[in-house]
């Protein structure tokens, strides 16, 4: 049995190199979307780690359900539980007013990255011996100055290499706030396909989610690069850094390639 599939090369090519302005439109919304959630996310993360290392048992044991909650049930259901539950407003930015179904999406995958980024930066913290905070302390230094001037500086080696893999997946976890209305690039095709039911619209808008992760990656290379440099004291090769960022059993390769 021999199943042949037709594919609609001119529908690609305009989809890929001649986008409307409804498409750039839904490119930036996710773009947008994703940089204001793992912007928030980290907050949040950086928010609960503290809080886990509270000697306030109340604060811990907040810290902990959070965590609990928002890793343990299903992104999706979070995202419907804020659309219906929450009454979110349209934001007016100015140049853009970004949509109460945008707005939930951010608010969803905000939160729900925050948990998983509390234990990056937990570990983070955790690899930097305590011996750092006490003689932080011992020169006369609070806990807060201590943490930003001494700890996190140092523990942001070790956080920004998974914190930059999980911007990458973020990338493509916004695809499933289409399902409350969002128009962004996965609901710019599913549109197309019930209009059309043409499905090379989703071989397209997968190229788009190609572009942005590869991109993505390339920064994340750089950024690596310069932490490795300033702990090796030398500088790695372009040609070193290319097979990081494709490498699957490196950090890099693991964040271009999961999911």
């Given at each position: 049995m021999h199943v042949l599939v037709a594919v609609d090369w001119h529908?690609?090519?305009?989809?890929?190199?001649?986008?409307?302005?409804?498409?750039?439109?839904?490119?930036?919304?996710?773009?947008?979307?994703?940089?204001?959630?793992?912007?928030?996310?980290?907050?949040?993360?950086?928010?609960?780690?503290?809080m886990r290392m509270s000697r306030f048992a109340p604060l811990r044991w907040l810290s902990g359900a959070y965590v609990w909650v928002f890793r343990g049930t299903p992104l999706l259901v979070q995202i419907f539980f804020i659309y219906t539950t929450f009454n979110l407003p349209i934001v007016n930015l100015g140049v853009w007013k970004v949509p109460s179904e945008i707005l939930t999406g951010i608010v969803a995958l905000s939160v729900n990255e925050g948990a998983y980024m509390r234990e990056i930066?937990?570990?983070?913290?955790?690899s930097i011996d305590r011996g750092q905070m006490e003689a932080a302390k011992s020169l006369g230094m609070r806990y807060g100055q201590a943490m930003r001037r001494i700890i996190l500086p140092q523990a942001a080696r070790v956080i920004v290499p998974p914190l930059g893999n999980e911007f990458n997946n973020m990338m493509k976890t916004t695809s499933l706030v289409y399902t409350v209305?969002?128009?962004?690039?996965?609901?710019?095709?599913?549109?197309?396909?019930?209009?059309t039911f043409i499905s090379d619209y989703f071989i397209a808008v997968a190229f788009w989610y190609l572009v942005l992760t590869t991109a993505w990656t390339f920064i994340q290379v750089l950024i690596e690069r310069r932490l490795a440099r300033s702990e090796r004291g030398d500088q790695l090769s372009y040609r070193e850094l290319l097979l990081m960022a494709w490498n699957p059993m490196t950090t890099l390769g693991r964040g271009a390639w999961r999911r």
């Open positions: 529908v690609i090519w305009l989809r890929i190199f001649h986008p409307d302005h409804v498409f750039a439109r839904a490119l930036w919304a996710t773009v947008f979307m994703s940089v204001v959630s793992q912007a928030a996310g980290v907050g949040l993360g950086l928010v609960a780690a503290l930066i937990r570990a983070g913290i955790d209305g969002a128009y962004e690039l996965f609901a710019d095709a599913e549109q197309k396909y019930s209009q």
